[in-house]
């Protein structure tokens, strides 16, 4: 028996972030078992109905037009399941459950609004910090991005501790040939991800600069804007890469991988999906201590976990890995076969896919 999920993403799903690829992620693999339909505001395959068309572009109230719109498929599509990602998603999926009290919602949080809109106007953040409550009251299951973040939903919003998983960013290893690291000249440490605030992206650019001397240690940065940050002759800026493929072949060209978001309870919540990506592509990681960081670079035995913000730390830290490469590179690659073997035992798309299936359908 095929069942109907109706996936809710109230943002464009071709958009290079974080949240965007988990998305189609995990919505291609489902898809695979599942009649699905998607709600975005953007769409990616021809499952999906872009609501962006629908929504007049400068409208007072955007959302509460896309919501009712939502609301209106759903009550035409009558789903088994109702899947929906972050906060801004949950409310149609329990409106349509009032009425059909048989349908499953899934309440997928990538963040807590209370922390990530602290910096935004009073009101805003006590509607959707609200409706965050809501849907951990509501909802019939809390997919969550830690053990933190579980922790927290729990002993803050009075979550169920049976129905709140936590399941890390998968990845879909089919596109991502493992390539063992290659010996060059240049040691390359890469980046890739964006710039926002607690991304720690300038912590990297102050460690670039205080291993100017070195010659042969390079930076690749994909995803930061070109012309953003003063040129620099050990920093390399690629921008934007189009496609996911191209994303993952970049990075692969690097000796070793950086993810250095800060000490922020925004940051120690959120899983940052680079790390997958890392992982899958098999590189030593360097990384701060945040959220589950920790406890994923130690089981996968694949790189240092170093204190956030400390751009000395992180040279220094950077240059033991350089010396490493130069002398015993068997060291990098032996982390680098851990890294990739992790992602395949834990984040694989497959892996994540029996997963949600046990959850859609127990």
Not at 164 to 188: E, Q, T
Not at 207 to 231: C, H, R, S, T
Not at 311 to 339: F, R
């Amino acid at each position: 028996m095929r069942y109907k999920i109706v996936f809710i993403c109230p943002f464009d799903l071709n958009w290079k972030r974080g949240t965007p690829y988990r998305a189609r992620t995990i919505i291609n693999r489902i898809s695979e078992k599942f009649d699905v339909l998607i709600l975005s505001m953007g769409g990616f395959n021809k499952n999906n109905i872009d609501l962006s068309y629908k929504i007049p572009k400068n409208a007072l109230f955007k959302t509460i037009f896309m919501w009712i719109h939502m609301i209106k498929i759903l009550l035409l599509q009558r789903p088994i399941v109702i899947h929906c990602f972050t906060t801004t998603a949950i409310l149609p999926g329990l409106i349509y459950k009032f009425f059909n009290r048989k349908t499953k919602v899934i309440f997928e949080m990538h963040g807590i609004s209370e922390l990530e809109l602290r910096n935004t106007n009073i009101i805003r953040r006590i509607f959707y910090t609200m409706i965050d409550k809501i849907g951990c009251k509501y909802s019939d299951v809390i997919i969550v991005m830690s053990y933190p973040m579980k922790k927290f939903v729990i002993s803050n919003y009075g979550a169920s501790h049976s129905k709140v998983h936590v399941i890390w960013g998968p990845i879909n290893l089919d596109i991502i040939p493992y390539n063992k690291l290659k010996i060059r000249k240049k040691f390359i440490v890469g980046y890739g991800g964006n710039d926002s605030f607690w991304q720690g992206f300038d912590t990297i650019i102050k460690a670039a600069e205080l291993l100017k001397e070195y010659k042969d240690i390079q930076f690749y940065i994909v995803g930061v804007p070109k012309g953003k940050y003063p040129n620099m002759d050990n920093v390399c800026f690629f921008g934007k890469i189009k496609g996911d493929i191209e994303y993952f072949m970049k990075i692969s060209e690097c000796s070793v991988l950086l993810s250095t978001r800060i000490g922020d309870p925004v940051a120690n919540l959120q899983y940052p999906q680079k790390l997958s990506a890392y992982l899958a592509v098999g590189r030593p990681i360097i990384a701060t201590d945040v959220s589950d960081v920790k406890t994923i670079i130690e089981k996968a035995m694949c790189g240092t976990v170093i204190e956030p913000e400390n751009a000395e730390l992180l040279a220094k830290t950077i240059l033991d890995y350089y010396n490493a490469y130069k002398k015993c590179p068997q060291k990098l690659m032996v982390e680098g076969d851990n890294a990739r073997k992790f992602a395949e035992r834990n984040l694989s798309d497959r892996i994540i896919e029996e997963k949600l299936s046990n959850i859609y359908l127990k």
